[in-house]
């Protein structure tokens, strides 16, 4: 029951956006997004829950289509400080968090 | 708080010795996480406990692998004995909440190399 992330790997220009999907196949509680810089542990960035309540930072926000069991990622603007493998984790109503591949983002500046 | 503290960070050993990794969880929380992370397989759920409990060790690879929690502020995970396939970061992490909306906070890994 591992979601599905696209893409693999995005390289942007510093400013662009960027969009990372996340599917799942079982009907989601929640999806949580983490992010995890190259040799560090990953850290949360926000949680969606079912019912409609988003969370988000200034420039990072998601979405979750309950429907369709799938969550998206939207970067604006992108900043250098953006890079790092993105991790979207299905859960589907107790503790147990399983987590996607990961979409790698480069920005370059 | 210091957040979640994993030991050793770094294990260097030979193929069929004992390793012990060691996790000291966010005083309060109340769940406790094992993953490993490879290239290959990305981040796997190997266990979880909740109030010191195993609840689910259906990510455990095998018999090799064993994990503990003998209170709420220590866990151990065992490989006996290892072999190279073991080779990977293991992470701790640890939550409050009992449903799906808890926030996993990580500890910094423990990076195992089997020779």
């Known amino acids: 029951q591992q979601p599905v992330q696209s893409p693999q790997a995005v390289i942007l220009r510093e400013g662009e956006d960027a969009v990372i999907n996340c599917s799942s196949s079982?009907?989601?509680?929640?999806v949580h997004w983490y992010r995890q810089k190259h040799g560090e542990a990953p850290v949360f960035l926000m949680i969606?829950?079912?019912?409609?309540e988003q969370k988000g930072h200034e420039k990072i926000s998601a979405s979750f289509n309950e429907k369709k069991q799938q969550s998206s990622l939207y970067l604006t603007a992108s900043q250098l400080s953006y890079s790092g493998t993105y991790f979207c984790?299905?859960?589907?109503?107790?503790?147990?968090?399983?987590f996607g591949t990961g979409t790698r983002l480069t920005i370059i500046p | 708080d210091a957040g979640v503290i994993q030991s050793p960070r770094h294990e260097v050993t030979e193929m069929g010795q004992e390793v012990t990794l060691r996790c000291k969880p966010i005083?309060?929380?109340?769940?406790l996480f094992w993953y490993r992370q490879t290239m290959m397989r990305g981040l796997e759920l190997l266990i979880y406990?909740?109030?010191?409990?195993?609840?689910?060790d259906s990510g455990m690879p095998e018999d090799r692998f064993s994990a503990k929690m003998p209170n709420a502020s220590f866990s151990t995970l065992k490989i006996q004995p290892s072999e190279p396939r073991d080779s990977a970061v293991y992470f701790c992490?640890?939550?409050?909440?009992?449903?799906?909306?808890?926030?996993?906070?990580f500890g910094a890994g423990s990076r195992l190399t089997v020779l």
């Open positions: 992490a640890s939550s409050l909440g009992h449903s799906g909306a808890n926030v996993l906070t």
């Open positions: 005083s309060g929380h109340n769940s």
């Open positions: 969606l829950l079912k019912g409609g």
């Open positions: 984790g299905s859960n589907f109503g107790n503790e147990k968090l399983t």
């Open positions: 406990f909740n109030n010191n409990v195993p609840i689910d």
């Open positions: 079982k009907a989601l509680y929640s």
